[in-house]
């Protein structure tokens, strides 16, 4: 089974960026569709972003297109998120995964253990 470790969390002044990486334990990693997803407080867990298994598709919820951007470096069994322009209602914590289909709600494998984001005003 696919284990993966989110990074790169941390508190940040809206306005301000962060660089979110996730990491996998193997090789076939590469070989998915990978999905970052939030779950901010008392609310339910939402796709942010999606990487086809090339690098050469993406997709973002609205609230983040134009301002969160992820990519992958398959040779490192990594994906990431850079954020931009983070406003207070990104604070979340944030997970990635494998999924089964463009733009799915359900993943591969587990929950990791996420990564908090924390933007102040």
């Known amino acids: 089974q696919v284990q993966l470790v989110e990074s790169g969390g941390g508190l940040v002044q809206a306005g301000g960026s962060l660089r979110l990486a996730c990491a996998a334990s193997v090789r076939t990693y590469s070989s998915y569709i990978t999905a970052w997803f939030r779950q901010a407080p008392g609310k339910e867990r939402d796709s942010v972003a999606g990487i086809s298994w090339n690098g050469e598709s993406t997709y973002y919820a609205d609230s983040v297109k134009g301002r969160f951007t992820i990519s992958r470096d398959n040779a490192k069994n990594t994906v990431y998120l850079q954020m931009n322009s983070l406003a207070v209602e990104d604070t979340a914590i944030y997970y990635c995964?494998?999924?089964?289909?463009?733009?799915?709600?359900?993943?591969?494998?587990?929950w990791g253990q996420g990564a908090q984001v924390t933007v102040s005003s």
């Open positions: 995964a494998p999924t089964p289909g463009w733009r799915a709600t359900t993943i591969i494998g587990s």
